[in-house]
């Protein structure tokens, strides 16, 4: 797949596969981002305006790590699901249903030297 | 060349015979006055028509409002099928009595105008975002304000509805789980969709009365201006731009409005999801007014004939590539973007895998000659197809002149349908055969708030205590020694300065009453303060927004929430 426009890399096929902590299922990682969000305060996307859901950290060990989600990346889509679109909380149940142990997530990712000086500039 | 009006990447040797043999073939295709086509549509029409009766009577039975609801839907929908069908008939008779009278079409007329092959249209996986503001959580508290919604699709004079859905506050969007297909779409479709909803409450019930009042506060006209400001949205509120639906009938059930509408044409289909503008139909004033985000996302598709049935078959003599002399049988089954050719005919149905596979695709180039060279075999296809810097060429004979003809006739076809359809031709989309829909279930499965919260062990607590802090507030004197376990901010490390974060404490933010939460919590490496454990996740924080319609505000914070 050729890579988006503003974004380095091709989109990448996460598959992530939850851990089971007692009564819930975990992914390991935070999101940020929605389009009920102010999206000038996000650090890690290249265009200020992008109301995108993006991936603010990733638990280390965790499962979204396990399985190569990197911090930064925006997430597009969870189970064929629609993500540019969503407001924050709709991005949080999508990826936390009870029902499903897996997500598969299509995300596109800034090349590494970008990322870093993103985070270094916030 | 050929006199067509459209592109054509088929050539025929210039002034060769078979040139005139196709000038010649090319004879109109006369409309049928097809008697069985609207004895088909008369049917449909007889049959709406009974169900209709059936649904005003049923909606005459009715006494609980969720079955009035469905009656009354299911009526609407009768009466916009019988308009369309009504119309669908008088333009095919107009069109034949047109026929009839009209020029007779002659062999010097220009010729026929090429249709396009029809095509299935599918679409799924509807969802429409709302966007409820913080208000509509702590007005009203008690009474649940809730909708009933549905959406109606049109394509030709062909109508459908989803399922009814019952929509209430702690609903983040509108899903419909419908798979609507309509099966004889030209590529020129205008796929209409209009959403409907009407208020599950009687109208001018009590609920929504502070909302109805505040908003008369808010905005002060005069009294005989307002008066007339009322009487045009009311009068506007249902007609738009002709709405398939029709005005409820007097019976004094629940009336529909027309929320939103978007058409959808062949630049939206896709094989994937994708997020389309919605044109919002009605004000706050309206009763039946939702929150809608304002897009809809949908999976359209769209399969044309012609990719998933053959087009043509027959036998052929193909030359194997590099070898000159070589000339293999086969039975050849346009298909697609494919002509496969099997060894037998037999094969094509049996899944064997073709002797020879030939790419037929937008620049796929084709060309008919006579040979001389070849003795009694003259009637030669050449079809070339350019692979990066290669071009490949196929040559294949057929059996007798007709034989050429008709294949060339379905090669002219595929090429113009693949321009007409355009990206529906590059792959076969997937379309699943929609299940029938269960009939509508009596009410309470969509049952009051109570039946929603599904309280979870561990949310309950922090859901009750929010509620209550933020109700009382600071009536609380001495505030419950537990509720210091909810002061804190759960430890979330993350890059973000802390300005992205609100500075209010947790506990005075409002959490969205009774919508169920999927707790989770970060494990690896785990967290070990008692404290942070049990609170619940960083609340979706919503900063105040404007009032008014359509208020996407300016939003405040970026929040963060672990999954």
């Known amino acids: 797949p050729t890579p988006l426009p503003g974004q380095d890399v091709a989109p990448q096929r996460v598959e992530i596969h939850k851990l089971r902590q007692g009564e819930n299922l975990i992914l390991g990682f935070s999101i940020g981002g929605g389009i009920d969000q102010d999206p000038s305060q996000n650090p890690f996307s290249e265009d200020k305006t992008d109301k995108g859901i993006y991936v603010t950290r990733v638990s280390e060990g965790g499962p979204a790590e396990i399985a190569g989600l990197q911090i930064g990346d925006k997430i597009m889509q969870v189970n064929g699901w629609d993500m540019t679109m969503v407001t924050h909380d709709q991005a949080r149940k999508r990826l936390t249903k009870r029902s499903e142990e897996v997500v598969r997530l299509l995300v596109t990712r800034q090349s590494l030297q970008k990322a870093v000086q993103q985070s270094m500039l916030s | 060349m050929f006199s067509r009006n459209h592109r054509s990447r088929v050539t025929v040797a210039r002034g060769s015979a078979l040139e005139m043999e196709f000038k010649r073939g090319r004879f109109r295709l006369s409309l049928f006055s097809d008697p069985p086509e609207d004895t088909e549509l008369q049917r449909k029409l007889d049959h709406e028509i009974r169900m209709r009766e059936g649904a005003c009577k049923l909606l005459a039975a009715c006494s609980q409002r969720e079955q009035a609801l469905e009656a009354t839907k299911s009526l609407l929908v009768c009466n916009s099928r019988i308009l369309s069908y009504m119309g669908e008939l008088q333009r095919r008779k107009e069109a034949q009595v047109l026929e009839k009278t009209g020029r007779r079409p002659s062999d010097s007329g220009p010729p026929a105008e090429r249709s396009p092959c029809r095509g299935r249209v599918c679409i799924s996986d509807l969802r429409i975002p709302l966007m409820w503001k913080d208000t509509e959580y702590f007005k009203n508290k008690g009474d649940l304000h809730r909708w009933a919604v549905f959406l ?10 989803t399922e009814m859905i019952l929509v209430d506050r702690t609903l983040t969007d509108i899903s419909f789980q419908s798979n ?3 099966t004889e779409a030209g590529p020129d479709f205008e796929l209409r969709l209009e959403l409907y909803g009407a208020c599950v409450e009687e109208e001018g019930a009590l609920t929504g009365a502070p909302k109805r009042l505040a908003t008369k506060l808010s905005s002060s006209l005069g009294r005989s201006s307002g008066r007339r400001a009322r009487a045009s949205l009311d009068s506007a509120g249902g007609s738009g731009s002709s709405p398939i639906l029709l005005p409820t009938p007097a019976v004094g059930g629940p009336r529909y409005h027309l929320l939103a509408h978007t058409t959808l044409t062949l630049a939206a289909v896709q094989d994937g999801f994708r997020t389309h503008d919605l044109t919002l139909a009605s004000h706050e004033e309206n009763p039946a007014w939702l929150p809608l985000y304002g897009s809809v996302c949908c999976r359209l598709a769209a399969q044309p004939l012609c990719m998933t049935q053959p087009t043509a078959s027959g036998t052929l003599r193909v030359q194997q590539a590099g070898e000159m002399q070589n000339w293999a049988r086969v039975h050849g089954v346009l298909k697609g973007t494919n002509l496969f050719c099997y060894r ?32 009694g075999r003259p009637f030669t296809l050449s079809i070339s197809n350019q692979y990066g810097d290669d071009e490949v060429t196929h040559t294949l004979q057929t059996e007798s002149r007709e034989a050429l003809q008709s294949w060339m006739e379905a090669l002219w076809q595929l090429f113009f349908d693949m321009s007409q359809w355009k990206q529906c031709c590059d792959e076969i989309m997937k379309i699943e055969t929609p299940t029938p829909r269960k009939p509508p279930q009596a009410l309470a499965k969509q049952g009051s708030l109570y039946h929603e919260m599904a309280i979870e062990p561990l949310d309950d607590i922090a859901a009750v205590t929010d509620i209550l802090t933020q109700r009382e507030g600071s009536r609380l004197e001495t505030p419950p020694p537990w509720l210091a376990m909810f002061t804190d901010q759960p430890a979330l490390p993350n890059p973000c300065s802390a300005a992205s974060v609100a500075p209010t404490p947790a506990w005075t933010q409002p959490l969205p009453w009774g919508r169920p939460r999927t707790f989770s919590l970060d494990a690896i490496p785990p967290v070990h303060s008692p404290r942070a454990r049990s609170v619940a996740p960083l609340p979706p924080q919503r900063s105040p927004r404007t009032r008014g319609f359509c208020s996407k505000g300016q939003p405040r914070t970026w929040l963060q929430s672990p999954v």
């Open chain 2, 344 to 375: 037998r005919p037999e094969d094509a149905n049996t899944g064997e895998e073709p002797l020879i596979t030939i790419a037929i695709n937008k620049e796929t180039r084709v060309r008919a000659g006579e040979l001389d060279q070849a003795q």
């Open chain 2, 180 to 182: 609507v297909l309509f």
């Open chain 2, 152 to 161: 109606l699709l049109q394509l030709g004079e062909h109508i459908q509805d």
